[in-house]
């Protein structure tokens, strides 16, 4: 059984992979985002080389094998779905559930998970839109943009958000900027770094460049 060492390596490599398509990670992005030094985060990766988790290229950067890649993905079906259940069924607020799924989806049985799964109705999906693997490592793709680059005066459906700091999240939840809730961009501001909206319910708010980037849309 990997360890929680390990499993976060592999998680996050994964993470850091998808917008590189085929390009290796660079080593000082991953140590970065593992918050270690690179020496650390070199150490690490050589013996997840040595195991046939990952492909590693000293001076290059790192690359999960199929291997990896399947264990990356069912440690990402743990945490994802944890943090529904501790929304769902416990109540707790979706802006606190990443740091408690972080340390109990290492702890987490395969059998708790899958009644888990069953007793959430097989969902699709986590509280912050973010798709969860399937039992048999397979993760949904949908091509969505972000609320900075979305065609001005199209009604649109919030489906993901890409940040889960917490004090993003609850300024998101008191601006009504939710998955599932409609909205349209009225103007782009690209002076003044902003994008204006108007609600569902027509109220305007007006959002900074950043913070609409982290905001996945699809057309309504």
């Known amino acids: 059984m990997a ?14 992979q998808q917008p590189l398509g085929d390009d290796l ?11 270690v030094t690179p020496g650390t985060a070199t150490t690490m990766i050589k013996t997840l080389a040595e195991a046939n988790l990952v492909t590693y290229e000293p001076r290059t950067g790192v690359r999960l094998t199929k291997a990896g890649e399947q264990l990356a993905l069912h440690v990402l079906r743990r945490h994802r779905l944890l943090e529904l259940f501790l929304v769902k069924v416990l109540g707790l607020d979706w802006s606190e559930v990443h740091e408690e799924a972080e340390h109990l989806e290492h702890a987490v049985s395969d059998k708790v998970l899958e009644r888990m799964d069953a007793f959430l109705g ?20 949908r091509k969505l943009q972000s609320l ?22 609850q300024f998101l939840h008191r601006s009504g900027l939710t998955p599932g809730n409609s909205l349209r961009v009225a103007t782009r501001e690209s002076h003044g770094d902003s994008v204006q909206l108007k609600l569902a319910n027509n109220s305007p708010l007006s ?3 950043g913070a609409a980037a982290k905001i996945l849309v699809e057309p309504a």
């Open 3 to 16: 360890t929680s060492t390990v499993e976060n390596y592999l998680k996050q490599i994964y993470l850091e």
């Open 148 to 169: 900075a680059e979305c065609e001005v005066g199209r009604s649109v459906r919030i489906v993901r958000i890409a940040d889960q700091e917490p004090a993003f999240l």
């Open 207 to 209: 959002l900074g460049t």
């Open 122 to 141: 097989h969902p699709s999906v986590d509280p912050h839109g973010d798709p969860i693997p399937t039992s048999k490592g397979k993760l949904a793709t």
């Open 25 to 35: 990670l660079p080593m000082g992005r991953l140590a970065a985002a593992m918050a």
